[in-house]
């Protein structure tokens, strides 16, 4: 059975133990799509099944930004109970190689969605093509610098910026809406959510936010059209 990866499914995956997933790009059908299997144990790249290239760990950025994206399944096996491919606790230079460049990948497909990732004090180390779209910086006018370029100057002097990295770290994650300044100065409404990025050593490192413009379903509110 293959369904879309939503965050509700890869929650649910999370919760039930899978830890990492098997991934296959070239999909039975030849269509263009990716595959994720789950599964509960760390696999060897040697080992894999067939039509599987490479292996991710579930909780890692790559699988959180892929949620929602067409083209992107999870093929779950209702009837096997099967704990995965069993192997040595190492993982092989060629998997961190894969996993770079499809986190890149994912990142340059959410077109509609300014993805920005930063350290720990909140400056600025990726930048999505969305990111420069709804932003109007490119990235290398913005990297290294504060995640405060597009706080309204009312929210930085609430600390807000500060506020919303304490929440991501303490619950997970920080949702918000509300206004965005731009590289012009001009603002727009947008919905964000903000959730902390830990490496392999589960060592705290930064965070990732997600930012959506939201104007033009806030003006189709106010003017009383359906969403």
């Known amino acids: 059975m293959r369904i879309p990866l ?8 999370i919760e039930k133990g899978y830890n990492y997933v098997l991934v296959s790009e070239k999909s039975a059908d030849d269509q263009e799509s990716i595959l994720f299997k789950p599964v509960r144990t760390k ?13 991710y760990r579930i ?7 892929a949620c929602g994206i067409e ?3 999870v093929e779950i096996d209702y009837h096997i109970n099967n704990p995965g491919v069993t192997g040595d606790d190492i993982f092989e230079d060629s998997y961190f190689r894969m996993s770079e460049d499809f ?9 509609d969605y300014a993805v920005i990732t930063t350290d ?4 600025i180390n990726s930048w999505n093509k969305g990111a420069e779209k709804l932003m109007g910086y ?9 995640a405060d370029v597009f706080f309204t100057t009312e929210d930085i ?8 990295m304490e929440t991501a770290k303490r619950e997970g994650r920080a949702i918000d809406e509300r206004y965005h300044v731009r590289k012009d100065r001009s603002r727009f409404w947008g919905t964000g959510l903000m959730f902390p990025l830990y490496d392999d050593y589960e060592q705290h490192r930064g965070y990732t936010k997600i930012i959506r413009n939201m104007r033009e379903q806030q003006e189709a509110v106010a003017q009383g059209a359906p969403l």
């Open 6 to 13: 939503t965050p509700q499914l890869l929650g649910d995956l």
């Open 157 to 164: 002097a609430k600390g807000a910026p500060r506020v919303e």
């Open 59 to 65: 909780t890692r950025e790559p699988m959180q930004m």
């Open 138 to 146: 490119a990235a290398n006018e913005v990297i290294g610098c504060s």
């Open 71 to 73: 083209g992107v399944n």
């Open 43 to 55: 696999p060897r790249l040697d080992q894999l099944p067939e039509r599987f290239e490479t292996f």
């Open 120 to 123: 720990k004090n909140g400056d």
């Open 103 to 111: 986190f890149h990948q994912v990142l340059d497909s959410l077109d």
